[in-house]
Every structure is written in structure tokens, then in C-alpha cells.
């Protein structure tokens, strides 16, 4: 007799245990779990949404269960609870069917272990130590984005990172975060322009550009990467040419573009929804790191912008550190007007927090060249 497909949870317990304990990307393990799976369509989003919600609210699920664990349990086992535990809170399933679902995955010396703490989690309620337990965020985020927003406006961000991300679809059918097209957007491209997007990888942005009939370079440091933007833009038919180009080192002429985007690496504090597990990677001295190098990057390809050009700095951070704190470089002036989207003014730019309209958190800055 063949055996049918793994269920839906074995999946999500696997891919579980390889982000939990060996480092996994949550968006590389996922896909390569469900191909070939035998799953349906409606089986392989619950896959997706146990282990997302899951790794999204690791320290929240952990604290619930520790509550009733005397010892450390077996690191798969902690998966299994952690799973478990995800199901009976916050994905709306029956306690019976998350708590008799879980234990049957269990090996056998683990199952009168794992539905006694189920059933304890199902039935007692919580009292949270500090609000970055409760919203499952390592302290120094939670602090962080308190410092930027407030407490209010900080934990409404925080707690819109915590839902699923929408699917957005531009017109072309490529699938990209409003705030990122937002971004494209407040370049302005036009037919005819000759823009440089610095770190273009995977494409997106670069590809929405080029769709206005301009001329598009995108660039980026690593070969693999570029070649992510040359098979989005074969594939959408757009007038891209990538190339392989340090950002420090740009191997450009000044005045070469009219128009310049710097995307720049960044913490990713503002797609945390997007990205589960980044919440659990990036760490305070990460920002610390990252600042000098936009820095360098923004005084290497400024002079690729020529005289009335403009030039387009953006994070997807919620940082000053990251953003605002970057002074203009020399020979620019800030564009004061409002780029299209749901943005906020913020310090010489604009940002738009995650709460504001369900999208990733973006800060954007523009600047004209006035020589």
C-alpha cells in the first residue's frame, strides 16, 4: 500500500525544525518543504501560515510553554510544542483538533509530555511579564521603535509586523509590497531617463521603472543576485541591464544618470511581517554596522547624479540611525514634495510606518542636484 502525503502539520513540524535549530530561512524552507509535497492549495497556506505565525511569535509561544515545563525539552519537541501552541492561541483552531493533532506527530515517550502542556496552554490564561513578550520581539526592537514612534505607535507597528503580510500584484503581474512600489514611484521616472538603481537585486523596483520607458542599470554587488535581476526582467519584458558593480566603487562616470536610487542594506526592522524569522537575526550592534556603510554608499553615487538630476536614498527600516540622520550630501538640496503613497513627513524625508496602511516600513529621501 503507498503512503499518502505528509499532513499539513508533519510539513510545518519539519520546516519548524530546520528554522528553530539549524538556522533556516523561514521564505527558502518553506517553498523547498511543499514542492513535491502532494499538498493542495489549501493545505500547503495552512503549512505556510503555521510556520510564519510560529517563528513570527517564537518568544510569545515560548513563554506559554514554559509555564509548564520543568526541564528543557528536546529541541524537536519544543518545535512540536511551539507549533502546537500557535494553534490553540492564534490560529483559531479547535483545542481538541490542535491538541489530539499535535500529540499524534509526537514520537510515543513524548506524547503524554506534550498533551498535558497543550491541554495546561489551552486552558490557563497568560499574564505577561513585559510587552515585548507578549508581542514577541526581542527587547531591544521593542525599545528601539519605542524610542522612534512612542509607546502607542510603536505597538501598533510591532503588532501589524505580527499579522500576515497581503499579497500585492502590480499590473504586470509581479508581486511586490506597496511600500516598495511607492519607492519606485518617488524616483520618477520618466521615458527616456537614464537611472542607476544601486542595489537593485531582486529587481523589483528596478523593473517598475523601466516600465515607465526609461533606461534602467541595475546593479548589485554579488553575481547571484544580479542575475535575480536579469531573470525578473526577462521575464516581464523590461528594459534592464544588470551588472555586477560594488556600490562603494561605482563603475560609472559622474553625471551619468539622470536619476539615481540608492535602496540601501538595511536592519529590515520595517518587514518583519514579511521576513518571520529576521526579527530573531538582526541584533542592535547589526544598525551599528550598517549606518557607516549606507553612508559610504550615498557619498560614492552621488556624483553619478548630473546637474538637475535627482537622487532617491531609501530603507526599509523605521530607524533615524538608518535614515534621517544621513545628512544631504554636498551640492543637493531635499525635494519637498510629497511622494505618491501613504507617506509621512520624517526629519528631511518621508516614512510610512507598518500600521499606516498594511505595508512594509519604509523611510524614502529625495534630493535634486543643484550643480
Keep these: 500500500m503507498t503512503a499518502g502525503p505528509p499532513s499539513a502539520r508533519a510539513v510545518a513540524w519539519a520546516c519548524q525544525q530546520r528554522i528553530d535549530h539549524h538556522g533556516a530561512y523561514a521564505n527558502l524552507v518553506v517553498p523547498a518543504r511543499l514542492s513535491g509535497s502532494g499538498l493542495d492549495g489549501r493545505d500547503r497556506a495552512l503549512v505556510t501560515d503555521l510556520v510564519y505565525g510560529t517563528t513570527r511569535l517564537r518568544r510569545a509561544l515560548d513563554a506559554t510553554i514554559d509555564r509548564f515545563v520543568a526541564a528543557a525539552p528536546a529541541p524537536e519537541i ?55 513578550v507578549e508581542l514577541s520581539y526581542p527587547d531591544w526592537i521593542v525599545e528601539a521603535l519605542t524610542a522612534e514612534l512612542g509607546g502607542h505607535r510603536a505597538v501598533a507597528a510591532l503588532q501589524a509586523m505580527n499579522r500576515a503580510a497581503t499579497v500585492q500584484v502590480r499590473g504586470d503581474g509581479y508581486v511586490q509590497d506597496l511600500g516598495s512600489q511607492w519607492v519606485a514611484g518617488a524616483v520618477g521616472a520618466t521615458a527616456g531617463d537614464r537611472i542607476l538603481d544601486v542595489c537593485a537585486a531582486p529587481g523589483g523596483k528596478a523593473t517598475a521603472m523601466a516600465a515607465t520607458g526609461a533606461f534602467v542599470v541595475g546593479a548589485d554587488g554579488r553575481p547571484h543576485r544580479a542575475g535575480l535581476v536579469v531573470a525578473n526582467a526577462r521575464e516581464l519584458g523590461a528594459a534592464v541591464a544588470a551588472v555586477v558593480a560594488d556600490g562603494r566603487h561605482p563603475p560609472f562616470a559622474p553625471s551619468s544618470f539622470d536619476r539615481v536610487l540608492l535602496d540601501a542594506p538595511c536592519s529590515g526592522l520595517g518587514t518583519l511581517r514579511r521576513r518571520p524569522d529576521a526579527r530573531w537575526r538582526v541584533t542592535a550592534a547589526d544598525v551599528g554596522t550598517l549606518a557607516p556603510l549606507q553612508a559610504e554608499l550615498l557619498g560614492a553615487v552621488a556624483p553619478l547624479v548630473r546637474p538637475g538630476g535627482t537622487l532617491v536614498y531609501s530603507v526599509c527600516t523605521l530607524l533615524a540611525a ?28 518621508w516614512r510610512v510606518t507598518p500600521e499606516m496602511a498594511e505595508t512594509d516600513g519604509m523611510i524614502v529621501i529625495r534630493w535634486t542636484r543643484r550643480d
Design 322 to 349: 538608518e535614515s534621517t540622520d544621513h545628512p544631504s550630501p554636498a551640492g543637493f538640496e531635499v525635494d519637498p514634495a510629497p511622494p505618491s503613497g501613504s507617506w509621512e513627513p520624517y526629519g528631511h524625508g
Design 78 to 132: 519544543r518545535s512540536l510544542l511551539r507549533l502546537g501552541a500557535y494553534q490553540l492561541l492564534h490560529a483559531r483552531t479547535p483545542a481538541h483538533a490542535a491538541v489530539s493533532e499535535t500529540v499524534a506527530l509526537a514520537p510515543k515517550r513524548a506524547r503524554g509530555f506534550v498533551n498535558a502542556v497543550l491541554r495546561r496552554v489551552a486552558t490557563e490564561p497568560m499574564r505577561w511579564p513585559s510587552p515585548a
